[in-house]
């Protein structure tokens, strides 16, 4: 395909997301139905659409429009590029600019439009981030660097980096964990490598593996994962110490990844369903890494930015006390409550954390960490509690 037909097909993708459709779906769809569409065209047309996502309302405000179109536009014109260039109606490239098109001009742009922060969230961002909200929106408009784990229980983080150079993944590694490695070429290689197959590295992003760093994980005990989902969070506790691992989650299909994972990684996890839980017995950490706004991850999951409002976050922030105070009997006397967000939303991290001590007052907290964008990873938050 031509630069200009991958437009054309973002366009259009665009314009079915902004009517409403999921863009996962969306592009898994697009692939199917276009066959011709090689793997590089699919990722150049992903990365297109993913773009405009993250930064829609500066790009829509530059091309003119919140459609498709005017997505695209936007990025040429932020790229540098004069769209006229590859909008010429030749071939399968989208229609020549009109009069109205050409004469918008890239004026200063408000400061919260040229951040791309969306409206809906834009005073609990402001109030929660401080002085930081203005560097982290700007880096929400940026893609996510790529991040491995190294699997400490196959390899050290110095091996499993050779491993990846001898395929010709470059790596460096990163300090918000030591099993952090930056991929800095050939990230698209990584799951065909044979590293990732024998399991030396798992794809994670470095804030995630922080948190895991953080949680107490008593050798030989018991681990809960209660909000397991893909399994990511009980793989990185589980990689680190020798130790017995559960994982749960709400939705258990979420989990069915999670045997193929742990094989490859060499590590037991025993899966258990909401069923399960009650003659599971006690454990030595529970960790809830709960649903939340997904705000830390926007440079991900950026469709996630525009479509989640304070609706949202008032009911996220009641099945979040929910899921705590549900964790609180499953803890063994001596053992910690462990909780973890993917938010930069204050109401999320320390002020839920606060409210559950509010409501369960024989609970202090040790430990917390919160991170942002700014720091290279995701933005996240985490804390641990302990009875006293
Ligand atoms: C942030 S995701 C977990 C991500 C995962 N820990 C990881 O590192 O890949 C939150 C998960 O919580 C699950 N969940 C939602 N409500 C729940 C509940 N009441 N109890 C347990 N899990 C729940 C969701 O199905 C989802 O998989």
Known sequence: MTPAARIAAAIGLLDAW????????????WGRQNRYAGAKDR????????????????????????????????????????????????????????????????????????????????????????????????????????????????????????ALAAEGIETRPHPLSPTALEVTANARRVQQSRAWREGLVELQDAASQAVADLMP??????????????????????????????????????????????????????????????GAGLFDLVLCDVPCTGSGAWRRSPEAKWRTGPDDLARLLTVQAGILDRAVPLVAPGGALGYATCSLIEAENRA????????????????????????GGDGLYAAVMYRT
Not at 352 to 375: G, K, N
């Open 18 to 29: 902004l009517a409403g459709a999921p863009i996962e779906r969306l592009l898994t769809t």
């Open 43 to 162: 990722a150049a047309i992903r990365d297109l659409v993913f773009d405009a996502l993250r930064c829609r309302r500066s790009f829509a405000a530059l091309g003119g429009s919140d459609t498709g179109r005017g997505l695209m536009l936007g990025l040429l014109r932020a790229d540098g590029i004069a769209p006229g260039t590859l909008f010429t109606g030749e071939g399968h490239a989208p229609s020549p600019l009109t009069a109205a098109e050409q004469a918008v001009s890239p004026a200063d742009l408000p400061q919260e439009i040229a951040c791309d922060c969306p409206d809906a969230l834009a005073a609990v961002l402001r109030d929660s981030l401080g002085a930081d909200f203005l560097p982290v929106m700007q880096a929400l408009r940026h893609r996510a660097p790529v991040f491995l784990r190294a699997n400490l229980r196959r390899t050290t983080r110095d091996k499993a980096a050779a």
């Open 217 to 278: 994980v008593p050798e030989g005990g018991r681990v809960l994962d209660f909000c397991a989902g893909g399994g990511g969070k009980t793989l990185a506790l589980a990689g680190r110490v020798s130790a017995r691992f559960f994982a749960h989650d709400a939705a258990p299909e979420r989990m069915s990844d999670l045997p193929a994972r742990s094989g490859r990684a060499g590590v037991e996890v025993t899966v258990l369903r909401p069923d399960d839980l009650g």
């Open 352 to 375: 839920q954390v606060a409210s559950f001590r509010m409501r369960h007052p024989c609970w202090v907290r040790m430990a917390d960490r919160r991170l942002t964008p700014l720091d």
